[in-house]
């Protein structure tokens, strides 16, 4: 039983940022465990941001990696997403996840939060 909450979602000008956050609770390890998916209109959800599972490690998608940031509040289990000089091709439904083993796969998906560039 994990619930994942999401929030920072919105509307952006090309070039900006936003911030997004996902606080964990229940049977979540910690939040090393966390980590960001998006799906954009017509494609394939792929996975964003993780950390390894040392918690020492970030990953980041090619298309973000000057980018983006993923980084995480261990004693709130919360994990963030920075997003700078986002694109018009960022746009997408943004996922927080957690797995105990990213290689299986993921555990538990969050409801999901609108990111919106406009160009």
């Known amino acids: 039983q994990v619930q994942l909450v999401e929030s920072g979602g919105g509307l952006v000008q090309a070039g900006g940022s936003l911030r997004l956050s996902c606080a964990a609770s229940g049977r979540t390890a910690s939040s090393a465990s966390l980590g960001w998916f998006r799906q954009a209109p017509g494609k394939e959800r792929e996975l964003v941001a993780r950390f390894s599972r040392s918690g020492l490690t970030t990953y980041l998608a090619d298309s973000v990696k000057s980018r983006f940031t993923i980084s995480r509040d261990n004693a709130k289990n919360t994990v963030f997403l920075q997003m700078r000089s986002l694109k018009a091709d960022d746009t997408a439904v943004y996922y927080c996840?957690?797995?105990?083993?990213?290689?299986?796969?993921?555990?538990?998906w969050g409801q999901g939060t609108q990111v919106t560039v406009a160009s």
């Open positions: 996840a957690t797995s105990s083993d990213w290689l299986k796969g993921v555990d538990y």
